[in-house]
T-cell receptor
């Protein structure tokens, strides 16, 4: 079983829509979580860390549910520029584990 | 803007050649990593290092080797390139003696390798 699993999508949403991605992790000992954004043929870049109490950065909200072992990313008021692949990541032990990524396309 | 640099960005090479992909970071990070990623596919960890003279193999078996003689430098070498090595190779680094939410990974821009 993979350490981190995501729905690969693709998610195609109209501009202005709200879209949510979920990511599950298999190891209850995982201690830190992140969302990365990766544009086509580019490197992943940190979007936000995920804190236990949940955290918000502008239109982006990240949540952690330790009981159900999932993290989520909510994007409000989607922009065309939000089109990308979103990767969740977890630190377990001494390793970073990435999901396969969820593809988002925002349509005009 | 980037504090982690990879060269070459693009390389097209013939089968059997030896290649070295360079990775340098100016952040003083202890931990460095090499990931392999095919287009539209997931990241696979192939090597990592927690400090000078420390290297380990990752989850994905790879015919490449790495060295860590200096903190800032983590080159990856393929002794004899094959078409199956065609991929994007991403170097990354992180800070700190332990793991926490502060120890995020920073990636280089990647080296796109094509072996003919």
């Amino acid at each position: 079983r993979k350490e981190v699993e995501q729905d690969p999508g693709p998610f195609n949403v109209p501009e202005g829509a709200t879209v949510a991605f979920n990511c599950t992790y298999s190891n209850s000992a995982s201690q830190s979580f992140f969302w990365y954004r990766q544009d086509c043929r580019k490197e992943p870049k940190l979007l936000m860390s995920v804190y236990s109490s949940g955290n918000e950065d502008g239109r982006f909200t990240a949540q952690l549910n330790r009981a159900s072992q999932y993290i989520s990313l909510l994007i409000r008021d989607s922009k065309l520029s939000d089109s990308a692949t979103y990767l969740c990541a977890a630190i377990t032990g001494n390793q970073f584990y990435f999901g396969t990524g969820t593809s988002l396309t925002v349509i005009p | 803007e980037a504090d982690i640099y990879q060269t070459p960005r693009y390389l097209v090479i013939g089968t059997g050649k030896k290649i070295t992909l360079e990775c340098s970071q100016t952040m003083g990070h202890d931990k460095m990593y090499w990931y392999q990623q095919d287009p539209g596919m997931e990241l696979h960890l192939i090597h990592y290092s927690y400090g000078v003279n420390s290297t380990e193999k990752g989850d994905l078996s790879s015919e490449s080797t790495v060295s860590r003689i200096r903190t800032e430098h983590f080159p990856l070498t393929l002794e004899s390139a094959r078409p199956s090595h065609t991929s994007q190779y991403l170097c990354a680094s992180s800070w700190g003696a332990g793991f926490s939410g502060a120890n995020v990974l920073t990636f280089g821009a990647g080296s796109r390798l094509t072996v003919l």
